[in-house]
């Protein structure tokens, strides 16, 4: 009787850390992902200005993923996003474009819905600084 005690106390414990971890999970790989976005963003601002082309950014909503795309044409790079994170619809944005000299064409925000609640990306006019918040 003792025995049955202490293992529904240590299976008790251990669902609940189970589900802890999960959500911990969840947070991480959304936090590496802007993280990686952000990156992503500065190597297309650098693409653009190393190879004097254009260069781009896209979401694509249909694939769950974002591309970067040089001169229009050549995908440079393409990855998928958490299946936790979408682009939300009120998003004024849903590609960023460098010019040739790593200039920001168009200013927006783009609204992402995470886990843990709204995460926005401002992008700026000129020399692209990207700023994000919760």
């Known amino acids: 009787m003792e025995m049955l005690l202490v293992l529904l106390m240590l299976m ?3 669902a609940i850390s189970i589900t802890g971890y999960q959500a911990f999970l969840v947070k991480k790989e959304e936090q590496r992902f802007f993280e990686t976005l952000h990156q992503d963003i500065y190597f ?3 693409q653009s200005l190393s190879l004097k082309k254009t260069a781009k950014l ?3 909503d249909t694939k769950g993923a974002y591309e970067i795309f040089t001169d229009l044409q050549s995908v440079v790079l393409s990855r998928k996003l958490p299946k936790s ?3 939300k619809n009120t998003s004024n944005l849903t590609e960023i474009n460098f010019n040739s000299n790593g200039s920001v064409v168009q200013s927006g925000t783009l609204r992402f819905a995470t886990s843990s609640g709204e995460k926005t990306l401002v992008v700026h006019l000129g020399g692209g600084r990207v700023v994000f918040s919760e």
Do not use: E
């Open 85 to 87: 994170v979408t682009l």
């Open 44 to 46: 297309a601002q650098s």
């Open 12 to 14: 008790t414990i251990v």
């Open 58 to 60: 896209v979401f694509r």
